[in-house]
């Protein structure tokens, strides 16, 4: 019952903070998708997937900002999301097609090259096509059952036979209550980053605490973000990073002369070294910092 109770929490919060909410769910810089303006993407996104139930959907996209419009739309239509990303070579997207029986999929220009897809034999929906269109159809609470399969993640790599973990709405969203009683209890608004690939799993600990709170997310986007990640962290005013600790080594340099204040960093996806955890305290004046690694 709790489980339940908290889905149907969640679904509805999002929904609320998608149709009143002033704020901004994707700042990048001087570019800004709000709350209102990522509803109008998902009715439009939710219009083509309305005959669509319980299926797998593909997301071919890099983080954009028609990424988590598409996200949440998979979802609130209650479909399965499995996540591709322009990184993951043509040869395992193949193969995900192949062991999911994936049948549609939502693309971005994000991800690149379109004409690839085209040998995938499943149905596409083209997000600046799909804008373009005056079809909307109105969001609303899907019917599911909480131990319903949300999403399908695939492990990194670009060897072997690609393993996908299953993750139902029970899984994800208790994850997120507990995160959100660890870490966001106080008033302040949190800004999302996370600095790894959008088909990493971790995404899932900023996408929907930040949907849920009605807070932002910063993506690194641009290429200049992405060598200069600093730069990105204090304009956009970031908050709560989500990364690898060689993500932090790869900063060194820029830290070196300056020190940013962070609430919460969290690392991931790998071991966490001595001498990383004393450059954080040198560098790094952060309230929170946890290991998430295995």
Not at 188 to 207: E, G, N, P
Not at 242 to 264: E, Y
Not at 271 to 284: A, V, W
Request: hydrophobic fraction near 40%; proline fraction near 3%.
């Amino acid at each position: 019952m709790q489980e339940k109770n908290q889905t149907i929490k969640f679904f509805n919060r999002v929904k609320k903070n998608l149709y009143e909410s002033n704020s901004n769910l994707v700042v990048n810089n001087n570019e800004v998708l709000t709350y209102k303006q990522a509803k109008n993407k998902i009715t439009k996104i939710n219009f083509h997937l309305r005959n669509i139930k319980k299926q797998k959907i593909l997301i071919f996209s890099d983080k954009s900002f028609n990424y988590y419009p598409a996200v949440l739309s998979v979802l609130f239509s209650g479909n399965i999301w499995i996540q591709i990303s322009p990184n993951m070579p043509f040869d395992r997207i193949k193969e995900i097609c192949k062991i999911t029986n994936a049948k549609y999929g939502i693309y971005d220009k994000s991800f690149g090259n379109k004409k690839k897809l085209e040998k995938l034999k499943i149905k596409v929906f083209e997000l600046e096509k799909i804008f373009k269109e005056k079809n909307e159809l109105e969001i609303s609470i899907p019917k599911i059952k909480v131990n319903d399969t949300a999403m399908i993640f695939f492990t990194s790599g670009s060897t072997g036979v690609p393993k996908g973990v299953e993750i139902s709405y029970k899984n994800f969203i208790s994850c997120m209550f507990h995160q959100l009683n660890v870490l966001y209890n106080s008033s302040k608004k949190q800004v999302f980053s996370d600095y790894h690939d959008t088909s990493f799993v971790m995404s899932l600990v900023v996408i929907f605490p930040a949907v849920y709170l009605n807070c932002s997310i910063s993506p690194l986007v641009d290429f200049n973000d992405k060598i200069f990640p600093i730069n990105h962290i204090i304009k956009n005013r970031v908050s709560t990073i989500i990364t690898v600790p060689s993500f932090v080594l790869f900063m060194k340099n820029q830290l070196s002369k300056k020190q940013i204040n962070i609430d919460n960093l969290i690392l991931c996806g790998e071991n966490f070294p001595y001498n990383i955890l004393s450059f954080i305290k040198t560098h790094l004046k952060t309230k929170n910092l946890y290991n998430l690694y295995g």
